[in-house]
């Protein structure tokens, strides 16, 4: 186990090398430049912007340089868009707000997603089967984007019960709504997940026999059912953890929320390589560990799984 | 037993307090609001709020608020004195000298001194700082300025000296009239040395910003809002009536415009097409005024262009098809201006030449235009294809499928139209890659020339490859004559006739905005506002 750990931790170095090359390459190779802007600049003056990042190095150069600076002295250089901030204010600023809303976003959807889902399997083509399967089909076709301004609407301006917008310190009237904007789908999906692969664990030969020695039911969910059904759900929780915590766009262009998501897009709208490459580390480092996370629970839960 | 007394004591100070606050306007002597606190949205994070390196409009306002330059501007973009309290020139124009009041002060009690100002426009121009907007010293023509950014020159050879703490001497390389209105502008605002040399770039961080302005900024969360409050030190204080401002940051216009409904904002811009039916709504609170700005078409006139756009009769005829009604009434409906020349109207002392195109009638316009083309040899039997390019937007996309739906209904030319990414279409039209191209220009400071300096063969902006002696000529003598005004008229008639750029509207201010709140500087055409003019009055 120990030395699986230690050999796919060990894969992970190249693997961040190979995207971090990859990242860099396809970005410089979009059109366009940080310091293009609607009114040119004069040569001389792009001249000294150029010689300050080190833009007129060859690729190799300033790709070397990066990997330098970032794993010596963990310093992802400066913002070529916010000349008074470097990238790793950047991320220390908007990180904690996307992780905040997103992990809350992520245990609501969890929950009740994983409620619905249980809840319409046991009770299969009941009334509650129809509403589950109902809420949660209602809230897969309600993308965020749609989902954000209905809420706005209602609480803000309609009920006046809530800010529409921003994040103060992540007080709690702030974070309603960015949860329910985040979580709605992805809840529908592990929902919907939750109830096939239940419903297949609940046809399957050994809860059947479970059932012939007069188990009573409750225990056969959890003791013996759960855990098998937990699987497919587990595959798709890891990399939807990942998604949720490296932020939404649209939550943090609709709420203002000040996440990494916007900065994410702004940056390569801007051409702001630094800050572009610094999100695309971290989520690419988030994503190699959670998937890692996931085989282990994997095999923590499936026996036949050997690490 | 002395808490009761204690506390109805600090209930009568709180009141006392109260009372003290409502007070009314020093010169209008209206009743003013209890709360001054001004919340206002802006679209984007602004790149920088260190004056020198300073570039977008809503970074410029809080420079504004919390540093103050030699010479401000008033509501109607009038100069006045800031930290100078007046200026004199000598008679060919190329020496100014400004003199500094000697009672501002930085707000950690420094007092302002022409020193702050040489230094900072020394790094203005330094290549080390290499601040993207160093070409608005180039425009200023200070004496070595290229030389310097060029990096052939130190940055102390720049003409600018402190002969002593309150005055300052500027030396130009040409004679130029206007100097005095850019130093209204936020690059050439003072920096305070010390603290820029303690901090680094992160001398503009709230912990460790000194200003001179009539704010300091308390507090910045980027992406979220950025936070200013009154500077006590400032020298007109008292005159200041807006405690506290801040700016949120929310990209999309109608989440704004619906924080705004409810409560959340002071002003706000309206998106487009919905000026009518907000004005309707709320007829106090929509506000249109003109801009010094202008959105036109460019016609490339280089080799990589269609052959016919070489044509002057098609490049008319294209100008001339262009309904502008449409689009300023039924497209964007915000107050906007139809363009039948570069320099907006609201532009101070420009006189519009007589063109007759602006008198026609639609249909007589439709009608000289094919006129042109059947001369030009275009028609039905061999149609013109043409590129459109523009950048990705939703008003931009609605002006090119209108423009180019007139275009074809009138004259049969077929417009494929290319919607680009900002950036790329950057590239694409600093290569020449297009037929026609959408761009948007607000002059930076209110002069012709702001304008038409764009239509000189030289000029990096200029990349439709439009070049005329004339046109050079004139502008060339604009700069050092006193009244240029009737050259920039003459500039306007040869590119009425040349037409190598298609004017389409002049844009209005179109905003939502409190109707307590006072004194919004709607004829500063080019909004240059300074929070400490505003006011709330009670309601």
Same mark, same amino acid.
């Given at each position: 186990?120990l030395t699986y750990?230690l ?9 961040l090398?190979?995207l971090?090359?990859f990242?860099?390459?396809?970005m410089?190779?979009?059109?366009g430049?940080?310091?293009?802007s609607d009114r ?10 150029e010689a300050k990042y080190?833009?007129t190095?060859p690729l $190799? ?8 600076d970032?794993?010596f002295?963990f &310093? ?6 916010? !000349?008074d901030?470097?990238v790793?204010?950047i991320?220390?600023q908007g ?8 992990a809350?976003?992520?245990a609501v959807?969890?929950i009740?997603?994983?409620?619905l ?6 009770? !299969?083509n009941s009334v $509650?089967?129809y509403?589950?399967?109902? %809420?949660?089909?209602g ?8 989902m954000?301004p209905?809420?706005v609407l209602i609480?803000?301006l309609?009920l006046g019960?809530?800010?529409g917008?921003?994040w103060n310190g992540g007080q709690?009237?702030?974070?309603i709504?960015?949860v329910?904007?985040l979580?709605?789908s992805? /809840?529908?999906s592990?929902?919907?997940i939750m109830?096939?692969?239940?419903l297949?664990v609940?046809?399957?030969n050994?809860?059947?026999t479970?059932r012939?020695?007069?188990? =009573?039911?409750r ?8 855990? =098998?059904a937990m699987?497919p ?17 649209v939550i943090?262009l609709?709420f203002?929320?000040g996440?990494?998501g ?9 051409? &702001?390589?630094?800050?572009? /490459?610094?999100?695309t580390i971290?989520?690419g ?7 890692l ?6 095999a $923590?839960?499936?026996?036949? %799984?050997?690490? | 037993m002395?808490?009761p007394? %204690?506390l ?8 006392c ?7 009314n306007h020093p010169v209008?002597n209206?009743?003013?609001?209890d709360?001054q606190?001004?919340?206002y949205?802006i679209?984007d ?7 020198q390196?300073?570039?977008?409009? &809503?970074g410029?306002a809080i420079v504004r608020?919390i ?7 008033d509501?109607?973009?009038n100069l ?5 309290t007046?200026?004199d020139?000598?008679?060919?124009k190329t020496v100014?000298t400004?003199y500094?009041r000697?009672d501002a002060?930085w707000?950690?009690?420094?007092p ?5 100002f040489?230094?900072? $426009? !020394?790094?203005?121009v330094d290549p080390?700082t290499?601040s993207p #907007?160093?070409?608005?010293a180039?425009?200023m023509?200070?004496v070595?300025?290229s030389?310097?950014?060029?990096g052939?020159? +130190?940055?102390s050879?720049l003409g600018?000296t402190?002969?002593d703490?309150h005055t300052?001497e ?7 009239g206007?100097f005095p209105l850019?130093?209204t ?5 003072p920096?305070p040395r010390w603290?820029v040399e303690e901090f680094g770039?992160s001398?503009?961080?709230?912990e @460790?910003i000194?200003?001179?302005g009539a #704010?300091?900024?308390s507090e910045?969360?980027?992406?979220e809002k ?5 500077n006590?030190?400032y020298?007109n204080n008292?005159a200041?009536i807006?405690?506290r401002v +801040?700016?949120?940051v929310i990209?999309d216009e ?5 924080r705004?409904?409810?409560g959340?904002? &002071?002003?706000?811009?309206?998106p487009t ?11 106090e609170e929509a506000?249109?005024f003109p801009r010094?700005c202008a959105?036109y078409y460019?016609i490339?006139?280089t080799d990589?262009a269609h052959?016919?756009l070489l044509?002057?009769r098609v490049?008319e005829a294209? #100008?001339l098809t262009?309904?502008r ?13 139809e ?11 420009f006189v ?7 008198e026609m ?8 235009a ?11 039997? @061999? ?10 937007? +939703?008003t931009?996309r609605?002006?090119a499928?209108?423009v180019?739906?007139?275009w074809k209904q009138a ?6 139209l290319?919607?680009m990414?900002w950036?790329t279409f950057?590239e694409?039209?600093s290569n020449?890659?297009?037929?026609i ?5 607000c002059g ?9 300096d764009l239509?000189s063969?030289?000029h990096?902006?200029n ?6 002696d004339e046109?050079d000529?004139?502008?060339d003598?604009?700069?050092?004559t006193?009244d240029?005004?009737e050259?920039f008229?003459r500039?306007?008639q040869?590119l ?19 109707e307590s709140?006072?004194?919004w500087?709607v004829g ?5 506002w300074?929070s400490?003019e505003?006011y709330?009055?009670?309601e």
């Amino acid at each position: 186990m120990l030395t699986y750990i230690l050999k796919r931790l060990f894969y992970a170095i190249p693997t961040l090398l190979i995207l971090i090359v990859f990242s860099f390459v396809l970005m410089h190779s979009a059109p366009g430049g940080p310091f293009s802007s609607d009114r040119p600049l004069p040569p001389e003056v792009l001249a000294n912007l150029e010689a300050k990042y080190h833009l007129t190095d060859p690729l $190799w150069k300033q790709i070397g340089r990066y990997v330098y600076d970032v794993v010596f002295h963990f &310093d992802f250089g400066p913002s070529f868009q916010y !000349k008074d901030r470097t990238v790793n204010e950047i991320i220390a600023q908007g990180f904690p707000v996307t992780l905040t809303y997103g992990a809350i976003s992520f245990a609501v959807a969890v929950i009740a997603g994983c409620a619905l889902g249980m809840t319409a399997a046991l009770n !299969k083509n009941s009334v $509650w089967d129809y509403l589950a399967v109902g %809420i949660s089909i209602g809230a897969q076709v309600l993308p965020n984007f749609v989902m954000a301004p209905i809420l706005v609407l209602i609480f803000t301006l309609w009920l006046g019960w809530l800010p529409g917008g921003g994040w103060n310190g992540g007080q709690w009237q702030y974070l309603i709504m960015p949860v329910i904007a985040l979580s709605t789908s992805f /809840m529908a999906s592990i929902a919907r997940i939750m109830r096939s692969s239940l419903l297949e664990v609940m046809h399957s030969n050994f809860i059947r026999t479970a059932r012939a020695k007069g188990i =009573p039911a409750r225990t056969i969910l959890f003791r013996h059912a759960l855990k =098998p059904a937990m699987l497919p759900v587990i595959s798709y929780l890891g990399p939807t953890f990942v998604v949720m915590i490296t932020g939404s766009v649209v939550i943090d262009l609709y709420f203002t929320t000040g996440g990494i998501g916007q900065a994410f897009v702004n940056s390569a709208l801007n051409r &702001d390589y630094a800050v572009m /490459m610094g999100i695309t580390i971290l989520i690419g480092t988030l994503t190699i560990f959670f998937n890692l996370l996931v085989d282990i629970l994997y095999a $923590w839960i499936d026996p036949k %799984i050997k690490l | 037993m002395k808490t009761p007394a %204690i506390l109805s004591m600090t209930t009568a100070l709180t009141l006392c307090a109260t009372v003290a606050m409502s007070a009314n306007h020093p010169v209008t002597n209206e009743l003013l609001s209890d709360e001054q606190v001004f919340t206002y949205r802006i679209g984007d994070e602004f790149a920088s709020i260190d004056p020198q390196m300073s570039e977008d409009v &809503d970074g410029g306002a809080i420079v504004r608020d919390i540093f103050e330059g030699l010479m401000n501007q008033d509501a109607e973009g009038n100069l006045v004195p800031g930290v100078a309290t007046h200026f004199d020139a000598n008679e060919d124009k190329t020496v100014y000298t400004f003199y500094l009041r000697d009672d501002a002060k930085w707000s950690d009690g420094t007092p302002v001194t022409a020193g702050d100002f040489e230094y900072s $426009w !020394k790094r203005f121009v330094d290549p080390a700082t290499a601040s993207p #907007y160093s070409w608005f010293a180039e425009e200023m023509g200070l004496v070595n300025v290229s030389a310097i950014i060029a990096g052939d020159m +130190e940055a102390s050879e720049l003409g600018v000296t402190a002969l002593d703490d309150h005055t300052l001497e500027v030396r130009l390389e040409t004679s130029m009239g206007h100097f005095p209105l850019m130093t209204t502008s936020e690059p050439t605002f003072p920096s305070p040395r010390w603290v820029v040399e303690e901090f680094g770039s992160s001398w503009t961080k709230p912990e @460790n910003i000194v200003s001179n302005g009539a #704010y300091v900024l308390s507090e910045h969360v980027p992406q979220e809002k950025t936070v200013r409050v009154r500077n006590a030190m400032y020298w007109n204080n008292d005159a200041t009536i807006i405690d506290r401002v +801040e700016a949120l940051v929310i990209s999309d216009e109608n989440a704004a415009l619906t924080r705004y409904l409810a409560g959340e904002l &002071d002003r706000t811009e309206v998106p487009t097409g919905q000026f009518n039916s907000l004005s309707k709504q709320h007829p106090e609170e929509a506000i249109s005024f003109p801009r010094s700005c202008a959105y036109y078409y460019f016609i490339n006139m280089t080799d990589s262009a269609h052959p016919a756009l070489l044509d002057q009769r098609v490049r008319e005829a294209l #100008y001339l098809t262009i309904n502008r009604e449409v689009i300023t009434n039924a497209i964007l409906q915000g107050g906007e201006f139809e363009a039948y020349t570069f320099t907006p109207e609201a532009i101070s002392n420009f006189v519009p030449p007589e063109n007759p195109a602006a008198e026609m009638t639609q249909a007589e316009r439709i009608e000289r235009a094919r006129a042109l083309m059947a001369e030009a040899g275009y028609g039905p039997d @061999n149609p013109i294809e043409l590129d459109l390019l523009y950048n990705t937007s +939703e008003t931009h996309r609605k002006i090119a499928i209108a423009v180019s739906q007139m275009w074809k209904q009138a004259l049969g030319v077929e417009i494929v139209l290319q919607n680009m990414e900002w950036k790329t279409f950057l590239e694409a039209r600093s290569n020449q890659e297009f037929d026609i191209g959408r761009a948007g220009w607000c002059g930076p400071y209110n002069m012709a020339s702001s304008f038409l300096d764009l239509m000189s063969s030289t000029h990096v902006y200029n990349d439709a490859g439009y070049a005329n002696d004339e046109v050079d000529a004139l502008l060339d003598a604009a700069k050092t004559t006193d009244d240029p005004s009737e050259s920039f008229t003459r500039i306007e008639q040869v590119l009425a006739q040349d037409v190598p750029i298609l004017p389409i509207y002049h844009y209005a201010g179109v905003y939502m905005m409190d109707e307590s709140l006072q004194n919004w500087p709607v004829g500063n055409v080019e909004q240059k506002w300074y929070s400490r003019e505003l006011y709330f009055t009670a309601e």
